[in-house]
């Protein structure tokens, strides 16, 4: 494949749901290039799993909690405190939590 047409792929394709162009040597899909998000059938977030930290945080009043750390592949601290803090928030309104990564 072209260099000029790798970025293309990086940023359409899936690693789950295929190549978008149906090409055969598609680098995400052939594992040769890291896919930056998520496809249109997965939706259009980053993908989690390259994130450090994931939290929750209230728009409303802007309190924001650490639900975990990414562990290599796997989140480690089993979100303590999600509970918690969606009681604390739940007049609040479900639209003003907002889930961030870094």
Not at 13 to 21: D, E, L, M, S, V
Not at 26 to 38: A, D, S
Not at 44 to 60: A, F, I, M, N, S
Request: glycine fraction near 14%.
């Amino acid at each position: 494949m072209k260099p000029d047409k790798i970025g293309v792929h990086t940023t359409h394709c899936c690693t789950r749901h295929g190549c978008k162009y149906g090409d055969k040597d598609c680098p995400v899909v052939t594992g040769q290039v890291k896919q930056e998000y998520l496809c249109e059938e997965c939706g259009d977030v980053p993908l989690l799993r390259d994130q450090e930290y994931v939290y929750l945080r209230c728009t409303r009043c802007g309190e924001r909690i650490k639900l975990g750390r990414n562990a290599g592949g796997g989140w480690w601290g089993g979100f303590p405190g999600m509970t918690d803090f969606l009681l604390e928030h739940s007049g609040c309104g479900t639209q003003d939590i907002k889930l961030e990564w870094e």
